[in-house]
């Protein structure tokens, strides 16, 4: 369980505080779990803005390139948005091609090592900044009683591009569910490539890799330089539509787009 929190928003500093570290100056704290505050504070900017020769996505290959000082990965939570803080979401995206920063922002948490934390609402794209004091962030959800109404439980009580968030959501979930590679497996990943992050997670001979493109340009990505990921493989099944898609030399990527593939 998750007791308590250090708030050390810069790099390494939830590392600091988790059982075994050899970074605390030899005062272990015991403590199993610690929180991954600093990947909180960089998610909203790193995953709305272009990824070009800095920013965006190069900022979250270099937070993650830092994930070999904690002593136990898997037991660090990683989490958007927090009760205390903007949400992740600043403001409500106005239509589903809107929505690439909250879909790649969740693909992540979800496929990487680590506990993966959602701020209840994010489903509901719930969203604003503390500007107006800690309840705007802390909203009910609209629904749930008797004479409401509006019901954003039910999927008629919300927008078109709420529910493609919570479909979008619901299927990274219940992909998740059970699924060892991700909660156990290694993490590989790569340098960013021209606006496109790649990343693998692997067990025991499977894999999953994960591409994101942080540009609004689509992108011919060349793969011969993720041939050790690849391992010769052909095609991979793509969670997300449920498509087999082939793996020659290039792979396209759509502007924002993401590819979450079996292999």
């Known amino acids: 369980n998750i007791v308590g929190e250090a708030w050390m928003n810069y790099t390494i500093g939830s590392a600091y505080w988790q059982k075994g570290s050899r970074l605390n100056f030899g005062q272990d704290t015991e403590l199993k779990s610690v929180m991954d505050f600093r990947l909180m504070g960089i998610a909203s900017k790193a995953f709305h803005e272009e990824t070009g020769y800095s920013g965006g996505l190069h900022t979250i290959f270099e937070h993650m390139c830092y994930d070999y000082v904690y002593p136990d990965i898997y037991n660090v939570l990683r989490f958007l948005e927090n009760h205390d803080t903007d949400r992740f979401l600043p403001s409500m995206p106005e239509s589903v091609d809107d929505l690439y920063a909250f879909k790649q922002g969740v693909t992540f948490l979800l496929t990487i090592p680590g506990i993966p934390q959602l701020y209840y609402g994010q489903e509901l794209l719930m969203n604003g900044t503390k500007e107006k004091g800690d309840g705007y962030i802390r909203l ?21 591009v709420q529910n493609d968030a919570w479909n979008f959501l619901r299927t990274l979930l219940k992909w998740r569910k059970g699924n060892d590679i991700i909660a156990k497996g290694k993490m590989k990943h790569f340098m960013v490539n021209q606006g496109v992050y790649v990343y693998e997670r692997s067990l025991d001979g ?58």
């Open 140 to 160: 009910d959800v609209p629904g749930g009683w008797p004479g409401d109404k509006v019901n954003q439980f039910e999927a008629s009580g919300r927008s078109e």
């Open 206 to 263: 499977r894999s999953v890799l994960i591409l994101m493109n942080g540009s609004d340009k689509e992108v011919n990505l060349p793969l011969a330089r993720y041939a050790e990921v690849l391992r010769g493989k052909t095609s991979g099944k793509e969670i997300l539509t449920g498509k087999e898609i082939p793996l020659g030399d290039e792979l396209s990527l759509a502007p924002k787009g993401i590819f979450v593939l079996e292999m």
